[in-house]
T-cell receptor, first 114, second 113 residues
Framework: NAGVTQTPKFRILKIGQSMTLQCAQD?????MYWYRQDPGMGLKLIYY???????DKGEVPNGYNVSRSTTEDFPLRLELAAPSQTSVYFCASKWEGAPTDTQYFGPGTRLTVL | DAKTTQPTSMDCAEGRAANLPCNHS???????VYWYRQIHSQGPQYIIHGLKNNETNEMASLIITEDRKSSTLILPHATLRDTAVYYCIVRDYSGAGSYQLTFGKGTKLSVIP
């Protein structure tokens, strides 16, 4: 299994541009998550999904959108990029119902908005 | 709001045991304590979790006090590759059967040669 994959690894955007961060998992996990991590800080939850077609807001959803049309994919959309969205973005997944709440994380996407 | 308190940083000599403390004085009876770590520039990695009893796996041991208000993660023989930020997390309930992990700033562990 490849686990959780994210593309791209790095991206530089200009203010006002839009982009989609891709996330895919091949573990048949039902739950998927998007986090952002600012320098020197912990992770903050942006959005999560409990299954295909179901998404919900996390702690910091403003400026982002998500969709979950398949079990495998959970893209994160930035419509109007702002400097405050400069961060490292991590996608994660887990199987709800497993004896542990183990989330598996991708390698991250480092985004800079100038 | 953070449900756990951890020291900002710690050093440990290579080959020695690393003991990372965590306070979670407001933990409720059915909440688990989870530990994750994040090696520089990588995504977080699950280490171990526990409810009441001490737990051990191939990576670490978790010691939870009897009153459950604090715990200690033990890396028995720290190596340079264990240098990372370690997060102690009490699992939050966000409704509708969904649990979330809230990552604070964690403890930056530096293993010294």
């Amino acid at each position: 299994n490849a686990g959780v994959t994210q593309t791209p690894k790095f991206r530089i955007l200009k203010i006002g541009q839009s982009m989609t961060l891709q996330c895919a998992q091949d573990m048949n996990h039902n739950y998927m998550y998007w986090y952002r991590q600012d320098p020197g800080m912990g992770l903050k939850l942006i959005y999560y999904s409990v299954g295909a077609g179901i998404t919900d807001k996390g702690e910091v959803p403003n400026g982002y959108n998500v969709s979950r049309s398949t079990t495998e994919d959970f893209p994160l959309r930035l419509e109007l990029a702002a400097p405050s969205q400069t961060s490292v973005y991590f996608c994660a997944s887990k199987w709800e119902g497993a004896p542990t709440d183990t989330q598996y994380f991708g390698p991250g996407t480092r985004l800079t908005v100038l | 709001d953070a449900k756990t308190t951890q020291p900002t940083s710690m050093d440990c000599a290579e080959g020695r045991a690393a003991n990372l403390p965590c306070n979670h004085s407001t933990i409720s009876g059915n909440e688990y304590v989870y530990w994750y770590r994040q090696i520089h520039s990588q995504g977080p990695q699950y280490i171990i979790h526990g409810l009441k009893n001490n737990e051990t796996n191939e990576m670490a041991s978790l010691i939870i006090t009897e009153d459950r208000k604090s715990s200690t993660l033990i890396l028995p023989h720290a190596t340079l590759r264990d240098t990372a930020v370690y997060y102690c997390i009490v699992r939050d309930y966000s409704g509708a059967g969904s649990y979330q992990l809230t990552f604070g700033k964690g403890t930056k562990l530096s293993v010294i040669p």
